[in-house]
């Protein structure tokens, strides 16, 4: 089965095509960093119109790339939500659109299952890696979301927890404007830090004892305090031990949070997953303090993509699931919202 798949939820637009949600026969993302850079974050009308100019070039270099005619294609898949609503629209429309002419079955997916089915698609150098292994828990960490998963099968999902104010990726765009970095500030900060000392500014680890949830705002505050104090005294910001010690001091909570929640569900597998995914210090921590196997998607996979859409929606396709051309954008969907129901005996035993 052949997906071609479509992200549009924030500011990436993404086509791919997809073989039996695992191979990846093309992946094309036209970023809009550098157009929505100057406003420091994402600029929503602007990135809606963006995706109207984009999107069909871009569908048409996947379906190229894949050497295929939208005919030899099997299914299509669509992210409707959460997102931005303007975004997440123009997508939509372009796949309904699609379907109406093919005839082809169509099912729109939810952002954050995707992300976490990038963990299923195989890529370059690593086709013979073993799948992830249920139970498992998912720690889901991008500029919109902080959560922590247990899933105990395919499409099954238990929210844990999740960030009672910023997410992670937020934290990371908002620190770097306070530092005079760039849009995206996550590898902007990254970038910074490796010149810079973790310990240099003893920022908090937001740790919030007996619960699975985050909070970053704390920390970001914690930075702005130190950002006037240096400005106060009219000396340049020591941006990268800044940087260092704000990234050091995320880590730390994501990792000891997730790693708590592999021990307490016995889980046998442990997937991160969304933009900030990307973060260096935090796959070689995770990866390095995990007791099971971590599954990161590699870079490319990790930031917003049409790949991880498909590989999604070939579950839900697997699963007899597929839409009508009536379905709405969902641009706040929360995942247990999607999740498979448990199996009965699961039920009686809780
Ligand atoms: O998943 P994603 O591409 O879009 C959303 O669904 O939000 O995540 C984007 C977020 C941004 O906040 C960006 O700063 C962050 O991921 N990010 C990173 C890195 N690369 C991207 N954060 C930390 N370190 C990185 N290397
Ligand atoms: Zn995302």
Redesign the pocket.
């Given at each position: 089965m052949r997906i071609l798949a479509i992200e549009t939820?924030?500011?990436?637009t993404g086509a791919a095509v997809v073989e039996d949600g695992q191979r990846i026969l093309s992946n094309v993302v036209a970023s809009q960093a550098a157009l929505h850079a100057r406003f420091g974050g994402v600029f929503p009308e602007v990135a809606s119109r963006q995706h109207v100019r984009t999107l069909y070039p871009v569908v048409q270099q996947a379906l190229r790339e894949a050497a295929l005619r939208l005919a030899e294609v099997d299914a299509l898949a669509v992210t409707r939500g959460p997102?931005l609503p303007g975004s997440l629209t123009v997508g939509v429309n372009f796949a309904k659109g699609l379907a109406l002419a093919t005839g082809l079955p169509l099912l729109g997916v939810h952002?954050l299952e995707a992300?976490i089915y990038a963990a299923w698609l195989r890529y370059e150098g690593q086709a013979n890696r073993p799948e992830p292994e249920f139970p498992l828990i998912a720690l889901i960490?991008?500029?919109?979301?902080t959560e922590l998963v247990l899933m105990k099968g395919h499409l099954r999902y238990r929210r844990l927890g999740g960030t009672r104010d910023d997410?992670?990726?937020?934290a990371?765009?908002k620190v770097?404007r306070l530092l005079g970095l760039t849009?995206?500030?996550?590898?902007?900060?990254?970038k910074a830090a490796e010149q810079g000392d973790p310990r240099a500014f003893a920022f908090p680890r937001p740790r919030l004892p007996n619960t699975w949830d985050f909070s970053f705002s704390g920390l970001k505050t914690a930075v702005l305090r130190e950002v006037r104090r240096w400005q106060a005294k009219n000396k340049p910001l020591p941006v990268a031990d800044l940087a260092a010690s704000f990234?050091a001091a995320v880590v730390d909570v994501l990792v000891e949070k997730s790693l708590a929640a592999v021990r307490e569900f016995h889980a046998r597998s442990l997937i991160v997953a969304?933009?900030?995914?990307?973060?260096?210090?935090?796959r070689t921590r995770i990866q390095q303090e995990s007791p099971v196997p971590v599954h990161i998607p590699p870079?490319s996979l990790?930031?917003?993509n049409a790949a991880m859409v498909a590989a999604a929606a070939e579950r839900r396709f697997a699963a007899g699931q597929r839409d009508g051309l009536d379905f709405d954008v969902m641009p706040t969907w929360s995942l247990s919202e999607v999740s498979l129901p448990e199996p009965a005996e699961e039920h009686e035993a809780a």
């Open positions: 939820s924030c500011d990436e997102g952002h992300h960490v991008s500029g919109g979301h997410a992670a990726g937020e990371f765009d770097a849009y995206p500030g996550g590898p902007a900060i990254q990234q969304g933009g900030v995914a990307a973060n260096r210090l935090l870079l990790c930031t917003d």
